[in-house]
DNA sequence: GCAGAATATTGCGTGCACGCAATATTGCGT
DNA sequence: ACGCAATATTGCGTGCACGCAATATTCTGC
């Protein structure tokens, strides 16, 4: 809907109208206009994430466990149709509540985490977790970014490289802190 | 003034009169009401930070740099009047708007962690820093919302216990990712 | 099946954020 | 000192987010 009127184009009352429901109602659920079309786009992050942690063979430690649940959740492509995140990657404010879209993933990384690692803190896990969110925001803002030219023709933004190849690289370096907060050295080895 | 009258007895116009400007102006300055009461309270967190990780003597290390920078930024009681921050932890819009202040020191993080250590990547000086922000909001989330019971009377929420114990808590979860990021492992030594 | 509680939906009213275009202000070169 | 360009400020208009209180709906025990 946003996609084929342009999402300036569509007003909270047709959404609303197109939900079944009253304006006030459709903003019962949806705290921005802008968060509803991301949202209708995106589909439940959570669930998605949950689903990958879990079927991540249980040999693989936990780092390289999250990350690829991560990674595949930017890979799999047949929730992000080329011609939404080509409108995502052309609005300003669409682009950021896409990014923060991924907080909505920390809650359920955080008990996928302890689970995995029953020793490990619950603030360590939740810390790790929105690190590891903090992380794939900076990958797919700079990912969205690319070429992004401001003052220009709309549709002109061309998102490029490989996303999963950027989420990976940035989520790596939080790998030492995980491996770290599950084998409980006290911290700071190097030196002794 | 919002001390005085309440956060939701200051409007807009209010605001932008004592500033000596129209409300637009003050629009163009402050996204929204309760930043503009944020901003008024912590003052320039950027400037703190820099300065704090400046001061750090050379010998200690990017981790313990950051950790105690970002310590003491939570530490000086000056910038932080008591009764302000019972304010903000009493009203959800502000407490929210309070933690994304944090985000405002990732730049200058990000630029006094390259500084300290050239030899490291963008990208990965912007992930630590990331990192560091998510792990400072979830202490702060946590320590505003101690005993804060929202069905009830205002003024009935008492942060208590030492903010900068946890953040120093929450911080030091990603020491080691420092301490990798710096001394370049390829990653994962503890098999090979 | 029914009363009553719990929850979800709706209308209304109020302030507000923000794009836009006009106007005032500052800063710079000569 | 002057004019010009860059920047900051302002008014206006439009949609919108959200608190509140009334109403409709779904969920219980009986």
């Given at each position: 809907?946003?996609?084929?009127?342009?999402?300036?184009?569509v007003r909270v009352e047709d959404i609303a109208?197109?939900?079944?429901?009253?304006p006030?109602?459709y903003n019962?659920?949806f705290?921005?206009r802008?968060?509803a079309?991301?949202?209708?786009?995106?589909?439940?992050?959570?669930?998605?994430?949950?689903?990958?942690?879990?079927?991540?063979?249980?040999?693989?430690?936990?780092?390289?466990?999250?990350?690829?649940?991560?990674?595949?959740?930017?890979?799999?492509?047949?929730?992000?149709?080329?011609?939404?995140?080509?409108?995502?990657?052309?609005?300003?404010?669409?682009?950021?509540?896409?990014?923060?879209?991924?907080?909505?993933?920390?809650?359920?990384?955080?008990?996928?985490?302890?689970?995995?690692?029953?020793?490990?803190?619950?603030?360590?896990?939740?810390?790790?977790?929105?690190?590891?969110?903090?992380?794939?925001?900076?990958?797919?803002?700079?990912?969205?970014?690319?070429?992004?030219?401001?003052?220009?023709?709309?549709?002109?933004?061309?998102?490029?490289?490989?996303?999963?190849?950027?989420?990976?690289?940035?989520?790596?370096?939080?790998?030492?802190?995980?491996?770290?907060?599950?084998?409980?050295?006290?911290?700071?080895?190097?030196?002794?």
């Amino acid at each position: 809907m946003a996609l084929a009127r342009g999402p300036d184009n569509v007003r909270v009352e047709d959404i609303a109208a197109a939900a079944g429901v009253s304006p006030r109602t459709y903003n019962n659920y949806f705290s921005s206009r802008e968060q509803a079309v991301v949202a209708a786009v995106v589909g439940d992050r959570a669930a998605q994430v949950a689903a990958a942690v879990v079927s991540r063979p249980a040999e693989v430690g936990v780092a390289d466990a999250v990350i690829d649940a991560v990674v595949a959740l930017y890979s799999d492509s047949d929730d992000h149709p080329r011609d939404a995140l080509l409108m995502i990657a052309n609005s300003a404010v669409l682009r950021a509540c896409y990014v923060d879209t991924i907080t909505m993933i920390e809650g359920p990384l955080t008990d996928a985490v302890i689970e995995r690692c029953d020793r490990i803190g619950r603030l360590t896990a939740q810390v790790l977790s929105a690190s590891v969110g903090a992380a794939a925001k900076i990958a797919v803002r700079q990912w969205l970014q690319t070429t992004s030219a401001p003052p220009s023709m709309p549709g002109f933004v061309v998102p490029s490289g490989s996303l999963p190849d950027l989420v990976r690289a940035a989520l790596t370096p939080l790998a030492p802190a995980f491996d770290a907060a599950t084998t409980h050295s006290a911290r700071r080895p190097p030196g002794a």
